[in-house]
């Protein structure tokens, strides 16, 4: 629990850590290692309500924590990718399997909005944006590469430099924050 794996999720660790909670099974000094993910992802997967698989292969560690979701009666969520990419094919299968398909965030609100009858799915368009002092260091330097034109994920990236789970997880995040917008085609613009 004390060891961060891998070490650039540190930011992460320090906002779950002050903000919620973090829970291991494993002894403090444990480090993670191929053994411990399943272990670990399945405790993550029983928590939740969803899982998103945003990119996996056929062989993908994340395949297993989706599985182990489902067998858990949580909903399933996978991420399109490129149709020539091998790190799409897990989320391709997923999606052929059942697992809902996620290109936005109202996509996830859609799922779930029987556990907030009193709030219409459409007011989150409506919502303040968040500030930009409540954004994390990964969300900061992707909204600063967001223009008001559109950009496709692969241009972000490119000027980023962040991995591509990276920058989908920030611009899920921006969404969520109704800072930035995906637009068909996986164009991504600021709102």
Do not use: W
Not at 73 to 83: C, E, T
Not at 112 to 136: I, K, R, Y
Not at 144 to 150: A, F, P, V
């Amino acid at each position: 629990i004390n060891i961060v794996y891998p070490a650039e999720n540190a930011e992460l660790y320090e906002c779950i850590a002050n903000n919620g909670a973090v829970i291991t099974q494993f002894p403090f000094n444990r480090k993670g290692d191929k053994q411990s993910f399943p272990i670990r992802n399945r405790i993550v997967a029983g928590m939740t309500l969803g899982t998103i698989v945003i990119e996996a292969n056929q062989k993908s560690g994340a395949l297993i924590t989706a599985n182990m979701a489902a067998d858990n009666n949580r909903q399933v969520f996978a991420v399109p990718g490129r149709i020539d990419s091998p790190q799409s094919r897990g989320c391709h299968n997923l999606i052929r399997n059942g697992a809902a398909l996620c290109e936005n965030a109202e996509d996830i609100l859609a799922e779930f909005e029987h556990l907030f009858p009193n709030q219409a799915l459409g007011q989150a368009d409506s919502s303040e944006p968040v500030p930009l002092a409540n954004l994390t260091d990964h969300e900061q330097a992707v909204f600063d590469i967001l223009e008001t034109t559109e950009q496709t994920i692969d241009t972000i990236i490119a000027k980023s430099d962040l991995p591509t789970p990276t920058v989908s997880v920030a611009l899920l995040g921006l969404e969520m924050k109704h800072l930035a917008k995906q637009l068909p085609g996986k164009l991504f613009t600021r709102r």
